[in-house]
Antibody, heavy 120, light 107 residues
């Protein structure tokens, strides 16, 4: 079965770039029908979709994000990544990676999440 | 932009009681409505997709219904392990997707 696992620094300084990687096992990023996604959850708050990448490299992003985001595929095609530039304290959140099923329009499965704190 | 609202914000019930959670969309989302369960300290888990289909391994006490703009998640008989926050999500106007604000279920 497919499993996703986030990794990256837990602390990022304001104005710097937040970088996270999601490792995918049990499935190929090159398989069509899925978008590889990032979602975040601010402390005690709800879920906010950040963006997707398709195996072709096509991407879509949440236009409401204040910090510019980039979602990209790793050349190994077993990982994908998230970069948020010029972060502020408002970007402190748990970041989840998830597989988005294009047929049913759902996120399944999810990674366990990675807490990233933006602070000096 | 389609906005989802959920009610109530918190639901406090006893074991064995029936829980009814509501999700309303600002415009029709057809059948593109899903529900997720997030237990404290855990990642969300897909419960229901396509309004009423249970995801793999989800107990039969969870059911979804509705159409257009009004949807319901029902837990027929609450178990202690159902303590969680439940989110609805739509993708009718994909690629953006939207989540509702969540309903917290306490026992």
């Amino acid at each position: 079965q497919v499993q996703l696992q986030e990794s990256g620094p837990g602390l990022v300084e304001p104005s710097q770039t937040l970088s996270l990687t999601c490792s995918v096992s049990g499935d190929s990023i090159n398989s069509g029908g899925y978008y590889w996604s990032w979602i975040r959850q601010h402390p005690g708050k709800g879920l906010e979709w950040i963006g997707y990448v398709y195996y072709s490299g096509s991407t879509y992003y949440n236009p409401a994000l204040k910090s510019p985001a980039t979602v990209s595929l790793d050349t190994s095609r077993t990982q994908f990544s998230l970069k948020l530039t010029s972060v502020t304290a408002a970007d402190t959140a748990v970041y989840y990676c998830a597989r988005f099923d294009m047929v049913w329009g759902v996120f399944d499965p999810w990674g366990q999440g990675a807490l990233v704190t933006v602070s000096s | 932009e389609i906005v989802l609202t959920q009610s109530p914000a918190t639901l406090s019930l006893s074991p064995g009681e029936r829980a009814t959670l509501s999700c309303r969309a600002s415009q029709s989302v057809g059948s593109s409505l899903a529900w997720y369960q997030q237990k404290p300290g855990q990642a969300p888990r897909l419960l229901i997709y396509g309004v009423s289909d249970r995801a793999t391994g989800i107990p039969a006490r969870f059911s979804g219904s509705g159409s257009g703009t009004d949807f319901t998640l029902t837990i027929s008989s609450l178990e202690p392990e159902d303590v969680a926050t439940y989110y609805c999500q739509q993708r009718s106007n994909w690629p953006p997707v939207a989540f509702g604000p969540g309903t917290k279920v306490d026992i």
